[in-house]
């Protein structure tokens, strides 16, 4: 019984953090496995945008050439950085409609008892998340593939990976931060008016800014701010194999925004919990 | 600093110990000085209506949010300062099921086994010998969604087990089960501080549930209202059963806005 004692105080360290990250992302693996109809919803969006609108919309919408495109290309080839991060904005916001689920069911409060802190414990759900959310958008590149939407060179499968992993921790950890402020499942109806559509429609997903620009100066100013709009720009640069400094910069700053947000909220002391009673 | 170790030298017998803890949200008073300590090996039962402030209690327990003034100390870590220390030396059963239903037992556990760091290896070894004491170890490859509210019940407090904690936290435990599973249940954590010298919380509204021999600490409105053994409290409160005596302690019946 003493040495169960003396067990129970050793220290949570880096190897011990190791395992519960592991735990935390092999739990929300196996439990988008036992979501089909999630994984079938998250890569029949995008291609009913691909098929339909895209298709629809291509004679309308001429892309000229502009970075990272050294020719003329296909507006489906154009929108389909944007609804990779579209892929990941549902992602974000879904995995935020979990954590508050999560919390009704009292799973949250189960992975906040661990002794490991809780801004690690945030972090590797966010890091699940995101694992998700690029098998996601890898499905979605297997069919664009057969569509002949593809980079130039085969890297491009490789370079845009760290784009995305940084994209989707941005948009998971805005998703954290909402779930801490969204009281009950209802009010998601509320994120997808409020969250998803201004961030998709108000961003250069789905046409560039300079056309946007000639349309409503003020919108593209708005699109400017929108980081969503440096998310997609992000992937789209790093998908033919560039870096967008200015959109890397942009990301990574309202990733620590958001996450340290996310945090504070869900802080002991200071957070939002408080003040609801769990 | 010399106060803090003064408090835990002073604490560090007891499994649990509130000091002093109050907490309100906005206005309305939640908890109002709550101190009562479990000790190890004990079973203790935290008795009060809907509404007493159990739940605020248990989130201040469990570090979910700090409390705004007092300090919770589990085998004399406080829970604010060394939560990692205190968690890890507190097993919890929330009221809310919290098992995955689509995942198996098995995996259930391993994912907590996870959360406290154990390796998988290990945390199969701890799952199959926690199952067996709750009589479950042939169900470790069953969905969760399969086994019955009681079945379920059980599988937690395996779950709870696998850290090997030193104390015990269960929220209205037997909710929702009937006769059966009740008694199995109260058994099998019976069977915990006898045979592990594990300090036991179990809240209840079920007066049934309470043994002569236990510690009980009455909480209404916020306020701890007795806090002893289950006889005395029948004996001070001039009662002839701990029903009575609650009854007693908490007045007439009153409208509870909160549940």
């Known amino acids: 019984m003493s040495e169960a ?12 953090r190791v395992i519960c990250l592991y735990g935390i992302v092999w739990r929300e693996g196996l439990r988008f496995l036992h979501q089909r109809e999630r994984f079938v919803s998250a890569l029949v969006r995008p291609l009913v945008w691909l098929f339909i609108f895209a298709a629809g919309f291509r004679q309308t919408l001429g892309v000229s050439i502009m970075p990272p495109y050294d020719t003329y290309v296909l507006y489906e080839v154009y929108i389909t950085p944007g609804l990779m991060a579209m892929i990941q904005l549902f ?27 809780r801004w690690f414990l945030l972090t590797s759900k966010l890091v699940a998340g995101v694992a998700v959310s690029i098998l996601q958008v890898y499905a979605y590149l297997v069919v664009a593939y057969f569509w002949d939407i593809e980079p130039s060179t085969w890297w491009g499968y490789l370079t845009v990976l760290p784009a995305l992993a940084l994209s989707g921790l941005m948009l998971g950890a805005l998703g954290m931060l909402l779930s801490s402020l969204i009281k009950q499942l209802e009010n998601f109806a509320g994120v997808m008016n409020f969250v998803i559509f201004p961030m998709f429609f108000a961003s250069s997903a789905l046409y560039p800014l300079w056309r946007v620009r000639e349309g409503s100066p003020w919108l593209a100013t708005a699109c400017e701010f929108n980081p969503f709009t440096h998310a997609v720009e992000l992937i789209r640069f ?36 408080m003040r609801r009673g769990g | 600093m010399s106060s803090v170790l003064a408090a835990q030298s002073k604490t560090a017998v007891s499994a649990l110990s509130v000091d002093n803890v109050s907490h309100a949200y906005g206005a309305r008073i939640a908890l109002a000085e709550v101190s009562f300590t479990v000790a190890p090996a004990s079973f203790t039962v935290l008795l009060g209506l809907n509404g007493a402030g ?5 989130s201040v327990i469990t570090h979910l949010y700090a409390s705004r003034s007092g300090a919770v100390r589990i085998f004399g870590r406080d829970v604010a300062c060394e939560s990692g220390a205190a968690l890890s030396l507190l097993g919890v059963l929330f009221q809310q099921r919290t098992l995955d239903p689509d995942l198996t037992v098995g995996q259930n556990l391993a994912y907590h086994g996870a959360l406290h760091g154990i390796r998988p ?72 501080v006898a045979d592990e010298g594990i300090g036991v919380l179990w809240t209840t509204h079920l007066v049934d ?3 002569d021999d236990d510690h009980v600490v009455v909480l209404h409105r916020g306020r701890v209202l007795a806090d002893d053994a289950s006889g005395s409290v029948v004996r001070a409160a001039g009662a002839g059963s701990i029903g009575e005596a609650f009854r007693r302690l908490t007045g007439p019946v009153q409208e509870e806005g909160e549940s």
């Open chain 2, 209 to 211: 549930e309470i043994r």
């Open chain 1, 91 to 117: 992602n974000g916001m879904q995995s935020s409609l979990s954590m508050v689920y999560d919390r009704e069911i009292g799973s949250m409060r189960m992975l906040l008892v661990s002794p490991a802190p």
């Open chain 1, 238 to 273: 790093a998908f033919y194999g560039q870096v967008n400094w200015i959109a890397l910069g942009v990301v990574a700053g309202c990733t620590a925004a958001f996450l340290g947000a996310a945090v504070i909220a869900y802080d002991p002391a200071r957070g939002m919990l």
């Open chain 2, 54 to 58: 159990k739940s605020t209690l248990f």
């Open chain 2, 121 to 192: 290896r290990e945390s199969r070894a701890r799952a199959a010998g926690e199952l067996a004491r709750v009589g479950l170890a042939d169900r470790v490859h069953d969905k969760v969604r399969y086994l019955s509210g009681g079945q379920m019940r059980r599988v937690e407090i395996a779950r709870a087990l696998l850290h090997r904690p030193r104390m015990l936290l269960l929220d209205e435990p037997t909710a929702g089960l009937d006769i059966k599973a009740r008694a199995d249940l109260l058994e099998v954590v019976r069977g915990l």
């Open chain 1, 5 to 16: 004692f003396i067990e129970t105080e050793r220290p949570f360290g880096w190897g011990e």
